[in-house]
């Protein structure tokens, strides 16, 4: 059995903006930290990130001014506020398949608190299309 390669992107994972014609000269905060994070996470892959599916699980970073009790109770679990786990999938995807990311058949995302590790993303890309979808997920007939 081959071994899961996991890519570790440190820090707090930064959804996709909506851009403009503007952001090409105008440096928003927003635009220019996703572009270091999407530059961050093309650095951590490489073309070993490239594969028809995926599993994204993003830590959230769990605010300072949150009580210490709050904090130790939110370690770890569901993140339920912004930003959408869709704008940090579209956002992970991006920067991944810069081409486009019509391959790709199957995702899993999970976006939760930070937990003793801290905030950040890891990317697991499952190599082969067997892996990525199995022929029973297919109907037959």
Known sequence: MSQVQVFVIPGAPVP???QTRRDRWMQRPEVMA???WADQVR???GADG????YELRFFLPIPQSYPKKRRSTLRGGPHQLKPDID???KAALDAL???G???VCRLRALKCWE?????RTEIIPWGSWSQAAPRSWFPTG
């Open 101 to 103: 990311d019509q391959k």
């Open 43 to 45: 650095r951590v892959c």
């Open 87 to 89: 704008n940090l999938v």
């Open 34 to 36: 996703y572009r270091a």
């Open 115 to 119: 937990d003793e590790k801290g905030p």
């Open 50 to 53: 490239r594969a028809p599916a």
């Open 97 to 99: 398949l810069p081409d």
């Open 16 to 18: 996709k903006p909506r």
